[in-house]
């Protein structure tokens, strides 16, 4: 039995937490809200709309005795950049493995992730894109890239109204694997990758790479109908890290480094 | 300058044919047609609905002065597998490379193939897949399988309403491909990927891979929108056979070793 | 306000009850589940797992004091076709207006509901076929095999693979509105219009009609993404039908003849 | 036996005439292709790739001498607009018929063809959008419009690479469909539907219109796969042309009256 630590209550975070209570081999232990949330004080299940769970949620302010009480194995974060690195820092003193699903990170704050795990040799997984399908795409569009690098590609991405940024950052890190295939394949310069993005009705997330040539296309697309996609990912990257020492990313849980072994 | 030789002259023949001749680097020296066709005796121009060649298209009783005629350093071979063997066979002892295009192979066939290149150290591609693009599905679909392989898989194959072979021979390669990645995933054992087959209109030919969760799909398609498709693929055989020895396949002409090595 | 009933709390008739109740000019006044249900006698908020609504979940035995107790002015159905007929007596004379979402009618059963509405005077929309987006895509498909009478069709659907009969209902009505299209243009006979069903992941339901010319295509597709999709179509039958009197189906709550005369 | 003539060799020119000279009811009696053009007093069947036709290519300026001897019943145009008002002049006085399927018509230019059908009793069929299957999606995007008033609207067009243009002619006509359709279901004011046009490699012509709800969604795409699809919407035009008289569009030809009329 993994005992996990959920930080974060928005909706990924919601989704999260009904997913985990369905695993047999996960049990939800604490989860933490951001300050001044009316949540904290309630019971999960109030939350998630289904029975009490025992689980009171708790401010942020209360990481290291919450960890001493319920002593997870794994924490999933779904917060933003700044929390995640100030909450990580603690659990990572502690010894807790963690998840990080936040989306957004700079550089840096990637790299204050690799140095926590350095110096308390507790294991991280750093997975802004935590939809297995989604990672999978990147992978074919980077390889695909490599072995047509004389199509036109153009990513076209499709999200529900209410999102805000756009281009996503699924698309700009789609866009990224095509241009490294570009390269990886010899091509001198290359210019961006296309990207157009449709804000329309309540599509939850669908990206979509057309690789076209003179005489026949291809087409990848992935999409996401129900947002416990994301829920699911997280579950397996908690599968994934628990016991883990080290820093890892979403391919080293699609264990690529044996998926392209074995092709060959 | 790389002097071929063609054989065979029906629909995908007529388009190598043409695309050949578009080529700077190729020269189109000798065309060989079915025994007892129309075409022989006549200039290729005209069979290509264009001006005079000067190549006269000639049967296949006449092989070998047509080698020591023409002296052509590749021959290509859409006819079928019975006379693809007959005709390698002279071919490999002039020492004159082969890139095969003829679908329908045997197992024995393709391995008597082999065996011409291990006796007389030419070089045969045996490239019944020869669109380029349908090998790069091929290649994302094992690797999705292996990586995604508790989600269901289904192929739907599109030709145009003419097509008598049902589901189409790429369709039947793709499942293996799936059904190879998922075995190597280590899933014990696996019904059949089911295969759609559809025949209507004018359809050139379109594949089409679902790749369905229990939260997200994942599709991947490959359309030909012109038999040049199938041209261009032989053109890239061409090049690629030019000067070597052994026996390939599509999976080398895409050097899927560096590809996949390059991602690692 | 419109006073509503629900009978069936099944997965459909669950998503109905969340979308009444935040509608601001509905207001669900009772409902009523299958005989021996475990759902009678509790809170319709605990079903939903939401707070408390003063919703008792009645048994089908009780319509008649339903009624008089919470005097609703739409009944919204969604159960089987033998009870739809047998509760639908109770209503049409008690002359509350119904909504029947309920699938699988046979056209003596479909008759009944007629009937009854000559007989009683009141309102009866038979919508087996609830979602707006798939009636729409009815009518576009009928007309675009009226127009294009030498296309091949195809239909395609796929659904979550729990989902038992195949093809779909929804893809048979769609082949019937095709036939009716080839029909009305004057083509003599015409072979049955082939339905491919995919049963795989968690697909909620998608219908897809390829038609296909010998140098162009069309492809119409509907995709419902939630099965919020149904309970939508639900609520705007029931303003539909509110204060109206005779038979309806969803062609009249599309107002076809309004929108094909606004064409002309 | 219907006599046609016609104006214009370019690409789509060049189609039309074989497809004309395919059809067992049409004769094609004179070509007329631009002044100065290097076509002028060729054989046709030199400039198709195929045998000698007797038809000699002549210039614009021989228009008159040319129907009196060549007596053309229909006369294909596929030129620029100034020529075609120009010529179409000429043509109408000699009461010709005449469909004009060249592009980039302002309203005054199609206006003027108008007025010569009003001036001598000819029939003009003007159909910039030749292809009968895309006008069939420009009707059946109408009147989604007008039934799902309340969903998004988004129209990508991707054509080969070499197109200059964008968005494509046919695309701002769909979005003018959509928002009649809109304005008739009696939305007060809409903003333009966006425009998403992809110039990738060979792809001879598409367009997908999106329609998306809050929960479902439904995709209209018509695609080219040859430009042989342009010629045979030219072919149907020149049938439905001769021996009438008139102005007529696209939707007289697809009979849109009686395709609706069979639906109500």
């Known amino acids: 039995m ?3 630590c959920l930080v974060g209550l928005g909706r990924t975070g919601i989704e999260v937490a009904k997913a985990i ?16 949330s009316r949540k904290i004080g309630k019971d999960l299940g109030e939350i998630l709309g289904c029975p009490a769970t025992g689980v009171i949620v708790q401010g942020p302010d209360q990481i290291e005795p919450i960890v001493f009480q319920s002593r997870p194995d794994v924490v ?13 820092k603690l659990f990572s003193k502690m010894k807790v493995n963690i998840v990080v699903g936040t989306t957004g990170f700079s550089k840096i704050a990637m790299y204050k992730l690799y140095v926590l795990t350095k110096k308390y040799h507790n294991a991280i997984l750093y997975a802004p894109n935590i ?5 999978v795409m990147m992978l ?3 390889l695909a890239a490599n072995m047509l690098n004389n199509y036109d590609f153009q990513i076209t991405e499709i999200h529900h109204k209410h999102k805000k940024d756009a281009p996503s950052g699924t698309a700009v890190k789609i866009a990224k694997e095509i241009e490294k295939g570009l390269a990886a394949s010899g091509l001198p310069e290359t210019a961006d990758v296309p990207i157009q993005a449709i804000r329309a ?5 669908k990206h979509e790479v057309l690789i076209v040539g003179e005489n026949d296309r291809i087409e990848i697309s992935h999409e996401s109908f129900s947002r416990k996609a994301f829920a699911l990912g997280a579950i397996k990257g908690i599968r994934f890290i628990q016991g883990k020492s080290g820093y890892f990313e979403m391919n080293d849980v699609l264990n690529l480094q044996k998926v392209l072994g074995d092709y060959l």
């Open 2 to 4: 993994t005992r996990v």
């Open 21 to 36: 209570m369905e695993q047999k081999d996960l049990r939800l232990v604490s989860a933490i809200s951001s300050p001044n």
């Open 76 to 88: 999933v974060d779904f917060t933003n950049p700044a929390a995640t690195v100030r909450n990580s």
């Open 131 to 135: 939809t297995l399908g989604v990672n």
């Open 140 to 142: 074919l569009t980077n």
């Open 201 to 205: 009705g309540g599509v939850v997330g």
